[in-house]
């Protein structure tokens, strides 16, 4: 992009290159640059800041997402889009930052009520903090009738119900969840933790070990989700004895 940031307007040059960043190779600081110049350019164009935030948060930035997008959740949220909502709230609660969290998914939730992966979010998030863990126990029947074939949705209930302490439910979705997964994908490691903590609680310890070691060996986890393996081996190791 040297050549480019030389020219006397690199704005059209800079549009059309991020629009085509899926075409081909292209360096993520390429795009970075590019979308950095347009943000700054058009500040009142969410478009530039929530693929910016995208980028960010790809990266595990997850402070400077939540920076780009700041201007809009500070004055006109309903400018942002439903995954750029969920997102921002993602890089918040990541950020240790659980209200303002829950504050832009419950602004979200009314914006677009049907949207599965807003409630789901939401439903998740809410269940972080015992003060709003009743609102999100009330929200999952509504979670479930919208999206309950989603492995992804099965886990968010089944982690709800951990922290309910509830752990037949938590075990039953956990299993269903792990059931409607492609056979041939990933497991999310997220999912991998939520079901090494339910085994944990429920006198399983070898069962949960066997998840988190599976955490351990997945390339690219996030911080969070690291850290939270750690602590539940260290459990495991108390509670075994055994360390490995």
Do not use: C
């Amino acid at each position: 992009l040297t050549g480019s940031a030389m020219a006397t307007d690199p704005t059209p040059f800079y549009k059309t290159f991020v629009e085509m960043q899926g075409v081909g190779y292209v360096r993520e600081m390429d795009v970075i640059v590019a979308l950095e110049y347009l943000n700054e350019k058009y500040p009142m164009e969410p478009h530039w800041a929530e693929k910016l935030a995208q980028v960010y948060f790809s990266r595990g930035d997850t402070k400077r997402a939540f920076s780009v997008l700041a201007p809009f959740i500070d004055t006109d949220i309903s400018r942002l889009g439903g995954q750029s909502m969920v997102l921002a709230a993602e890089a918040a609660r990541l950020d240790g930052r659980l209200a303002k969290a829950i504050g832009i998914l419950e602004t979200a939730y009314r914006l677009y009520p049907d949207k599965v992966s807003v409630l789901n979010n939401l439903v998740f998030t809410l269940a972080q903090d015992a003060r709003t863990l009743n609102r999100s126990l009330a929200l999952v029947p509504k979670l479930l009738e919208l999206g309950g074939k989603s492995p992804s949705v099965l886990d968010t209930v089944a982690a709800v119900y951990l922290k309910d302490g509830d752990l037949d439910l938590a075990g039953k979705y956990s299993e269903q969840a792990f059931s409607r997964l492609d056979p041939m994908g990933a497991v999310p490691p997220e999912m991998n933790l939520h079901a090494a903590e339910i085994m944990l609680r429920a006198g399983n310890p070898e069962g949960a070990r066997q998840k988190l070691e599976l955490i351990r060996k997945t390339p690219n986890v996030s911080a969070a989700t690291d850290l939270r393996m750690r602590e539940l081996l260290a459990e495991v190791e108390n509670v075994t004895g055994i360390r490995k």
